[in-house]
């Protein structure tokens, strides 16, 4: 299976909406789909996991939804925290990750 | 609170051999299983390895596979990569992981703040 995420660059201002998307190459069975958010220097934290269960502590600006082979992460609206870069990461076997989408300020 | 302290990051020629540690607390160790990821500076996310709540069962990524080793000790709360036949694009920051479990078992629900590993002569 591959996962590919587009786009690879999202250019958005504080304040508007965030809609990133991961696609598998093949199905994706019981929802073994998860979201992480990297910021810069910083390591990866969960955000979203089963598709659409958000980690403790995420705040409900975050959610996920989709199924099969196309997955959707939307940020209602952005907080400058939120520029960072987001994978996706598929568990149905070995974890697989995305390549990444980067939110970037535009 | 969850902490995981990545040690053993470290210059090392090609061909060479490294064991990286992370060290847990804050949690329950040897009731989850425990994962390492790796990231070359800049580039995405990669899966290395993966071990059971006991260390029975070690899974691999088909890059390092028969390369690397994933060991815990549960007495001491640790974990390790062994890596050997080190090559250059085995450079990357190293992170180790905390398994959700349950239904979520493979997703990293924390992580270390990762060691670097470079490979160079």
């Known amino acids: 299976i591959v996962l590919t995420q587009s786009p690879g660059t999202l250019s958005l201002s504080p304040g508007e909406r965030a809609t990133l998307s991961c696609r598998a190459s093949q199905s994706v069975s019981s929802s073994y789909l998860a979201w992480y958010q990297q910021r810069p220097g910083q390591a990866p934290t969960l955000l979203i996991s089963a598709v659409s269960s958000r980690a403790t502590g995420i705040p409900d600006r975050f959610s996920g939804s989709g199924s099969g082979t196309d997955f959707t992460l939307t940020i209602s609206r952005l907080e400058p925290e939120d520029f960072a870069v987001y994978y996706c990461?598929?568990?149905?076997?070995?974890?697989?990750f995305g390549p990444g989408t980067k939110v970037d300020v535009k | 609170e969850v902490q995981l302290v990545e040690s053993g990051g470290v210059v090392v020629q090609p061909g060479g051999s490294l064991r990286l540690s992370c060290a847990a607390s804050g949690f329950t160790f040897d009731d989850y299983a425990m994962h390492w990821v790796r990231q070359a500076p800049g580039k995405g996310l990669e899966w290395v390895s993966l071990?059971?709540?006991?260390?029975?069962?070690?899974y691999y990524a088909d890059s390092v596979k028969g390369r690397f080793t994933t060991s815990r000790d549960n007495r001491k709360n640790s974990l390790y990569l062994q890596m050997d036949s080190l090559r250059t694009e085995d450079s990357a920051f190293y992170y180790c992981?905390?398994?959700?479990?349950?239904?979520?078992?493979?997703?990293?629900?924390?992580w270390g703040q990762g060691t670097l590993v470079t490979v160079s002569s």
């Open positions: 071990i059971s709540w006991d260390g029975d069962s070690t």
């Open positions: 992981g905390k398994d959700k479990g349950g239904h979520d078992y493979r997703v990293l629900e924390y």
């Open positions: 990461q598929l568990y149905d076997s070995s974890p697989l």
